[in-house]
């Protein structure tokens, strides 16, 4: 099941924040604060990828269960 539409706005906020939030840390706080910062940003867009690619294996397994 890929992600509702809700959900996945929220996550594009939630990305489009960190983005911001990102560039005034590289300019101003300690280094550790950026990389966290862009670890979350990209632990959002596996969960964005992960969901996608697990409803495909889902749709596939369905499709081949159906064929026997």
Known sequence: ???????QDSFDDAQENLRNALAFSA?????YVSKHIADLM???ENIKHVTN???ISEKVMKD???QD
């Open 1 to 7: 099941m890929t992600l509702s539409k809700q959900v």
């Open 27 to 31: 300019r101003s706080e300690e280094p």
């Open 42 to 44: 990209h632990s959002i």
């Open 53 to 55: 690619l697990l409803a």
């Open 64 to 66: 081949l269960e159906d």
